[in-house]
Nanobody
Framework: QVQLVESGGGLVQPGGSLRLSCAAS????????MGWYRQAPGKERELVAT???????NYADSVKGRFTISRNATKNTVYLQMNSLKPEDTAVYYC???????????????WGQGTQVTVSS
């Protein structure tokens, strides 16, 4: 069993900053990638940023230059530093894990429960 624990969401004013954290634990053999997706009301879930085990990062165009994804491999934790936040960043942010799990040694994609980010005056 694999668990993802997310934290860091909240309410912030436009131009403000937040840092999201997601810690993975459990029966993980190896991690291929971790990342963040978001879903705004009435919209489809979209990729925000991902980072591979080799620290190769990928960002949505809408967040480039404002968000930074990073990871702590020892802690199996991924972070999303969000700066210069805009109202359109308001969404539920979901942590995503792509990993090989123990015992079966098979690929699995695992989602966190989501954390709310609201950018408003």
């Amino acid at each position: 069993q694999v668990q993802l624990v997310e934290s860091g969401g909240g309410l912030v004013q436009p131009g403000g900053s937040l840092r999201l954290s997601c810690a993975a634990s459990g029966s993980i053999f190896s991690i291929n990638a971790m990342g963040w997706y978001r879903q705004a009301p009435g919209k489809e879930r979209e990729l925000v940023a991902t980072i591979t085990s080799s620290n190769s990062a990928n960002y949505a165009d809408s967040v480039k230059g404002r968000f930074t994804i990073s990871r702590n491999a020892t802690k199996n934790t991924v972070y999303l530093q969000m700066n210069s936040l805009k109202p359109e960043d308001t969404a539920v942010y979901y942590c995503n894990l792509k990993a090989i799990v123990l015992l079966t040694l098979t690929y699995r994609e695992i989602w966190g429960q989501g954390t709310q980010v609201t950018v408003s005056s």
